[in-house]
């Protein structure tokens, strides 16, 4: 089969299962940090009274005491956090391959019908 033929064009292709190293990434790598996080939450017995907002202060470089448990739970939600971005990435690039092979589609079909004068169905 020509790859600019009518028949590579309708013909839905099959696409290629990912590998172990890509399923990795993509599931066990925000699997990790959530486990990760919760684990700090569990922790610090979810305990965030240590943490205080220095934005209303008028010297916002002072630094205020934090609690080993205070800290230990900050990490666990930005660890958490870290893992819904992972997470969003990986489905904003799936999403924009598939955009892609969906442009190439739409290129061979209008490249077939500047040859045959016939939209391919």
Request: avoid cysteine; aromatic fraction near 8%.
């Amino acid at each position: 089969m020509q790859p600019g033929s009518l028949l590579s064009i309708v013909t839905p292709r099959k696409t290629a299962r990912p590998g172990a190293f890509v399923l990795l990434i993509r599931w066990g790598l925000p699997a990790l940090f959530v486990i990760f996080g919760l684990v700090m939450l569990v922790m610090a017995h979810f305990h965030l009274t240590g943490v205080q907002d220095n934005a209303a202060e008028a010297n916002v470089f002072v630094t205020t005491k934090l609690s080993r448990d205070s800290m230990l739970s900050t990490i666990g939600v930005a660890s958490i956090v870290v893992a819904m971005m992972v997470a969003l990435l990986n489905w904003m690039l799936r999403l924009n391959a598939d955009e892609a092979d969906d442009r190439a589609q739409e290129d061979n079909a209008r490249e077939h019908f500047r040859r045959t004068g016939r939209w391919p169905d």
